[in-house]
T-cell receptor, first 116, second 111 residues
Framework: EAQVTQNPRYLITVTGKKLTVTCSQN?????MSWYRQDPGLGLRQIYY???????DKGDVPEGYKVSRKEKRNFPLILESPSPNQTSLYFC???????????????FGPGTRLLVL | KQEVTQIPAALSVPEGENLVLNCSFT??????LQWFRQDPGKGLTSLLL?????REQTSGRLNASLDKSSGRSTLYIAASQPGDSATYLC??????????FGRGTSLIVHP
């Protein structure tokens, strides 16, 4: 089954404790991205990657890191989480850049993060 | 900077009604506009994708139109059903290739 998976689905942590949220897709997509969703603010893109070893900042990259060593995986790293990073996080993938003709993004189920 | 507004924010209707959800955007220089559905506890599911050169797209009971010059899109849902209850999001993508999402319309269709 074609899908985007994220782990963990739920995470409670404390300020400053490094964490990684994994994202994996089995559709051989080149493009992957991370979003956060907050009440009243909607979905905002954190980082995106156009292919292996190619990443770029989205609208809200501060406090986050990403890496793209393999095509299928795109982990999101919070080196020193803070309470303002409490949010619902989504990973997404698409065959090519969002905006390219005919492209659509496929979203993972989300990771709900609480930073105390 | 692109801004996307969705009206209404919430909608509750009886089953069987035809619905119109609205999305407006401030910068008409877009590549495409996409409508998503989000169910509680789940990710987003793409419903319809309209390229900037297109005026509308249809899928089953759903029809989305795009008027780029006026910065508007509408999602029309025919003969609504309780299973249509969800949050509907619209997103536009322009030259930055970073999609800008609206805050969504929360729809409840009651039997």
């Amino acid at each position: 089954e074609a899908q985007v998976t994220q782990n963990p689905r739920y995470l409670i942590t404390v300020t400053g404790k490094k964490l990684t949220v994994t994202c994996s897709q089995n559709m051989n997509h080149e493009y992957m991205s991370w979003y956060r969703q907050d009440p009243g603010l909607g979905l905002r893109q954190i980082y995106y990657s156009m292919n292996v070893e190619v990443t770029d900042k989205g609208d809200v990259p501060e406090g986050y890191k990403v890496s793209r060593k393999e095509k299928r995986n795109f982990p999101l790293i919070l080196e020193s989480p803070s309470p303002n990073q409490t949010s619902l996080y989504f990973c997404a993938s698409s065959p090519r850049l969002a905006g390219a003709p005919g492209e659509t993004q496929y979203f993972g189920p989300g990771t709900r993060l609480l930073v105390l | 900077k692109q801004e996307v507004t969705q009206i209404p924010a919430a909608l509750s209707v009886p089953e069987g009604e035809n619905l119109v959800l609205n999305c407006s955007f401030t910068d008409s220089a877009i590549y495409n506009l996409q409508w998503f559905r989000q169910d509680p506890g789940k990710g987003l599911t793409s419903l319809l994708l309209i390229q900037s050169s297109q005026r509308e797209q249809t899928s089953g009971r759903l029809n989305a139109s795009l008027d780029k010059s006026s910065g508007r899109s509408t999602l029309y849902i025919a003969a609504s059903q309780p299973g249509d209850s969800a949050t509907y999001l619209c997103a536009v993508t322009g030259g930055s290739y970073i999609p800008t999402f609206g805050r969504g319309t929360s729809l409840i269709v009651h039997p």
